[in-house]
C-alpha cells in the first residue's frame, strides 16, 4: 500500500514557509494526474501567501515557447515544485535544462521539491547542469509488530454465536437472523493494518494511508522577487506585481514593527512615541513651561523687574503722598493703578510651572480682573482730567460730576462686569489640567484646558473692549494745553497696552 500523493502537499508548503522560499514555479506532467495536481495544489499555495508565476504541464511534444518566456520573465525563480513519476521526471528536468541553456547571462541553479516517495535515480545525467538541489518525500520505515495477529477478520463460524447475523446467507432464508452490517470485530476497529512489507501502516477516518515522510536536501538557495522587510518596515504591494513582490517602506508616523515582513505596522500608545528606527515604542517627554528653562527664567526675570520698579513708583507716591503734585495726579487713583499693575506682573507666575487644578482655575481669571482693575482705574483718571479742564470754562455744569464718587464708579462698574463674567466662566466652564499628547513628537505637554474657547474670548473681547474706550478717551483729550501733559502719557501708554 503507498499513501496518496496530496499527503505532500502541506509538508511541501510548510517547507516553502521554512525556508522563506515565497516565489516558486510549478510543473506538472501532461496527464491527467498532473491536471489533477495543478488544479488542487496551486489553490493551496495561494491560500498560504505563496506566489506562483510559473505553472506550466509539459511533455517532450508541447511547444516550449511559454515556458522560455515565463522562466525569461522570473529569473529570480530558485525553487520548482515538479509533480511527476519516475518516468516522466527526467524528460521534464531535460525541458528545463533545454530553456535554461537559451537564456543570456549566468544562470543560477535551481532546487526542485519532486512529489516522488522513495530514493530518487540521482545518477549522472547532463541535465543536471543547472540543478542545484532536488528534495523529494520518502516513507519512514517501522520496525514489524510481530505479536500482531494473522487473521483479523471475522471467521464464518462466529457470525452466529458473536453477531447474531449473516453474510453467507440471505437475510430472509434465516428466520430471527439479520444481515450483518461489519465485518471487523469491534476491538479491531482501530485502523491499524499490517502489509505484506512488514511496515506499520495507518489509515484515517476516510480510509486513506496516513504516511510519516523525510526529507532529503542538501542546500539553502533563495527564491524570492523582494528581500526581506527589516524591522520598522512593512510590506507594501506593487501594482501590477505579484504579491510576493512587495517593496519596504518605513512605518508610518506614530507606528512601529518589531519583526521582518511585517504586514502591517502597530500604532504606539498614545503616552508613548517610536524611537528613531521605528523597532520599540519608548515613554514620551513630559514638557511644560518650567521655572528653570531658559525661557522660563526670561519671564520671571522681566516679571521681577517689572514689580520691583512699580513697587519702587509706589514707595515713593507713599512716601510723597502729602505733597501737592501727589494730591494733583489723583492719588488715590494712582495707588489703584500701581497695585493693579503689581498684581498683573505677579499673576505671570501662575502661567509658569507645571498646570495643576488651582492654578489652571486662577490664571485667567485673576490677569483679566486684574487688568480690568488696570484698565479702569486708567479710564477714570482720563476721564476725570478730562472733566478737570471743561468744567473750567464759565457756566460748565460739568464741575458737580468732578470727585472720587465718580472715579470710583466707573472702576467698580468697569471691573464688575469682568468679575462677572469670570465667575459665570467659572462656575459652568472651569479650566481644568489637560495633557496634549499629539501637538509634539517625543512630548507630553502639560498645559490647562481653558474648559469653554467662547468665554476665553469674551474675557478678552472685554479686556480690549476697555482699553479701546480708554485709548478714544485720551486721544480726544490731546489737546489739553501743553503744560498739562497727563493725557499725552496716558495716550501713550494706552498704546503699550
Known sequence: MAPKNEIQYPAIVQLLFHFKWTLVGVFASDTETGEHFMRTFTPLLIRNGICVVISQR??????????????????QVNVFVFFTDYSTML???????FILEGLSGPIEGKVWIITLFGKLPMKYHKSYKYVHSIWNFYIQKRAYDKTFQEYIFVEPQFEDQSFNCSFSRHVFSVKGQRRCTQKLHPFLQKN????????????????????????????????????NCHPGFVKQAQEGEPVCCYKCIACPE??????????????CPDDQYPNEDKVQCIPKRISFLSFEEHLGIILVSFALLLFLTTGLVLITFIKYLETPIVKANNRDLSYILLVSLLLCFLSSFLFIGQPRKVTCLLRQTVFSIVFSVAVSS????????????????????LRKWLGKSLANSIILSCS?????????????????????LHSQPGEIILQCNEGSVTMFYVVLGYMSFLAAICFTVAFLARNLPGAFNEAKLITFSMLID
Not at 58 to 70: K, L, V
Not at 426 to 434: M, T
Open 254 to 267: 506614530g507606528t512601529i514593527s518589531t519583526q521582518k515582513d511585517t504586514e502591517k505596522c502597530t500604532k
Open 58 to 75: 509539459f511533455s517532450m511534444s508541447r511547444p516550449t515557447e511559454p515556458f522560455r518566456d515565463a522562466i525569461s520573465k522570473w529569473r
Open 192 to 227: 491499524e493494518f499490517c502489509n505484506l512489507s512488514e511496515m506499520k501502516m495507518y489509515l484515517d477516518k476516510n480510509g486513506d494511508l496516513v504516511a510519516d515522510v523525510n526529507i532529503e536536501n542538501l542546500s539553502l538557495p533563495q527564491s524570492k522577487c523582494a528581500e
Open 91 to 97: 524528460d521534464g528536468i531535460s525541458q528545463i535544462h
Open 416 to 436: 464688575g462686569i469682568q468679575i462677572f463674567i469670570c465667575a459665570m466662566w467659572l462656575g459652568i466652564f472651569s479650566p481644568f489640567p489637560n495633557s496634549d
Open 378 to 397: 486708567v479710564l477714570a483718571k482720563t476721564i476725570t482730567v478730562v472733566l478737570a479742564f471743561l468744567a473750567t470754562k464759565p457756566g460748565n455744569r
